[in-house]
């Protein structure tokens, strides 16, 4: 009885996973200073302005 008890209380959560460009992105957006920000496509030329 307890389990049918928490199969119907529980709440099924949808889990958002961010992708290596979101935190990417994310990185950029709260290091810049600039009102425009540009992030480069090219990994490596990433990391260094990063």
Excluded: H, N, Q, W
């Amino acid at each position: 009885m307890i389990r049918k008890l928490d199969r119907e209380l529980t709440i099924p959560v949808d889990k958002c996973r961010p992708t290596l460009a979101t935190l990417i992105a994310a990185l950029f957006y709260d290091l810049s200073t600039d009102k425009e920000i540009k992030i480069p496509s090219i990994g490596e030329k990433r990391e260094r302005e990063l």
